[in-house]
């Protein structure tokens, strides 16, 4: 049978109705999630347009599907008993039906068990055959009925322990362990499966970051003073700030804390140029744009030609007019400028993305220790070819939103050591406890902030 010839596995799929509540649209997303490896950030925002689900309803689809995704080796741990032929063997979407149903049984409180395991018999009933609501609402029963006896088991070697406990893959505990020690690794597991924090960025060319805490509390919003970024504010409840004036009219950026340290770190001055070579959506390229002021140059470069326009809507939300995009590999970029080109650079290199499991929890179990391998050797390239462009005296930011040493420090170890021309920069956040993870550096943890994972290194051009 020739390649199309073949049935896809689209074809084979049953026709299922539309879904119409939380429980149906979390099933459609996991399952989906599980069959195309299709992200989950991304699908559950697809069906929730699609679905007419609204406030609370829309919060407990979100809720389920990223809990179950986060949850999801110690939720099949569990349940495995209570299978007779075993989880594996189960419809992709039964399995699925189990697992979002055993997550609201055991790790939530404030949904009644009669719900979680009618409304999972109901969705059975209407997708599959009698035998599979039947079983399907004895597997739940009996996972109530023996809810107490529910435990992991004790004195597991600590890898082990950790990654059932916190729901990672082993290899992945096993790799954070020989980084940072036992203790360590167990808080970041444990902080990967805290919801995020929400967190805005002020607009400072617009007004001050009290100005605008004044409006929130107006607004009746509860929003407090970030610790670690001085544009920074932490709302704690008031809806989503996409939705608000203060979003629409250009007032703020929605960012992670961590993220907002780059802009700082890179410390533009009024009449510099800038090159930030990997920019898109272009959060920090506009931070930096309000920064710098009037007078000077953000040169946003990005490898996608669809993301420059992402890139250009964010500077004409936030009036910002310093900033000129451009769409280009930046393995490539001394072809098109001399050496010694910039001021400043930027390089938010693209990475694992393991410091942002807390966001996007299918991370963890869609990456494999190859990936890093690959991702460091491009970064490692990337960092080389542009550093080049840097002017002397000017200053060159790499940064990931990922926790590997590999990626991190000792990537920018073999940098400096292929390169005495550059030496690390006064660091940010100096003083504090976190910034002695890494020797060369800042890397900051999840649970360091209760914000992303993130690492940041400041490296300047000697003459
Ligand atoms: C971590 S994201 C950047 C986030 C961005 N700095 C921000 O704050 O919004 C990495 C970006 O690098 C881009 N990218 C990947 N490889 C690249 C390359 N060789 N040259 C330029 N951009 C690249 C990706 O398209 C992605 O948008």
């Not at 741990?77 to 419809?91: D, I, R, S, T």
């Not at 009933?125 to 529910?150: C, F």
């Not at 310093?322 to 400028?337: C, F, H, K, P």
């Not at 410091?355 to 960092?383: H, Y």
Request: charged share 25%; glycine share 6%; net charge neutral.
């Amino acid at each position: 049978m020739s390649e199309s010839q073949r049935p896809t596995k689209d074809a084979n799929r049953k026709k299922v109705a539309a879904p119409r509540t939380a429980r149906e649209v979390a099933l459609q997303v996991l399952t989906q999630v599980e069959e195309d490896g299709a992200y989950s950030n991304m699908q559950l925002h697809g069906a929730l347009q699609r679905s007419e689900l609204k406030g609370a309803d829309a919060g407990l689809a979100t809720e389920l599907v990223y809990g179950t995704i986060s949850r999801l080796s110690t939720i099949d741990y569990f349940l495995e008993p209570f299978v007779a032929k075993g989880m594996k063997k189960l419809q992709p979407w039964v399995r699925n039906l189990l697992r979002l149903s055993f997550y609201q049984l055991y790790y939530l409180d404030r949904i009644p068990a009669h719900a979680a395991v009618n409304e999972a018999v109901n969705i059975a009933k209407k997708r599959g055959h009698q035998g599979i609501s039947g079983m399907v609402n004895g597997v739940l029963r009996n996972v109530l009925r023996r809810k107490d006896e529910l435990k992991l088991p004790e004195h597991l070697p600590a890898a082990e322990r950790i990654a059932l406990e916190h729901a990672h893959p082993q290899w992945l505990v096993e790799r954070w362990i020989s980084q940072y020690g036992e203790e360590v690794t167990n808080a970041m597991c444990q902080a990967n499966n805290e919801p995020p924090s929400v967190s805005v960025r002020v607009n400072q060319t617009k007004l001050t970051r009290d100005e605008l805490l004044s409006q929130m509390h107006v607004a009746q919003v509860d929003a407090i003073p970030s610790s670690l970024s001085e544009d920074g504010i932490i709302v704690r409840s008031g809806g989503n700030m996409a939705l608000t004036d203060w979003y629409r009219d250009g007032r703020l950026s929605i960012q992670d804390e961590s993220s907002m340290l780059v802009a700082a770190a890179v410390d533009p001055k009024s009449g510099m140029r800038v090159l930030d070579c990997c920019a898109a959506p272009g959060g920090k390229s506009m931070h930096l744009a309000e920064k710098l002021g009037l007078k000077g140059e953000i040169i946003a470069n990005d490898i996608h030609p669809h993301k420059a326009k992402l890139i250009e809507d964010q500077a004409i939300r936030l009036g910002l007019h310093t900033i000129r995009t451009t769409t280009g590999d930046a393995l490539e970029m001394q072809s098109l400028y001399p050496a010694a080109s910039f001021d400043r650079i930027l390089l938010d290199a693209p990475c694992s993305g393991l410091g942002v499991i807390r966001r996007k929890p299918d991370l963890k179990w869609a990456k494999q220790a190859e990936d890093i391998e690959d991702i460091s050797k491009l970064q490692l390239e990337l960092l080389e070819r542009t550093a080049s462009l840097l002017k002397k005296d000017g200053i060159l930011v790499y940064s990931t939103c990922t926790v590997e040493k590999q990626e991190n420090e000792e990537l920018i170890r073999t940098f400096l050591k292929k390169h005495p021309e550059f030496s690390e920069a006064e660091p940010i956040l100096q003083g504090s406890s976190n910034a002695s993870r890494a020797e060369i550096g800042l890397q900051i943890l999840p649970q360091d902030y209760h914000s992303d994972g993130f690492y940041i290194a400041r490296l300047v051009k000697l003459g």
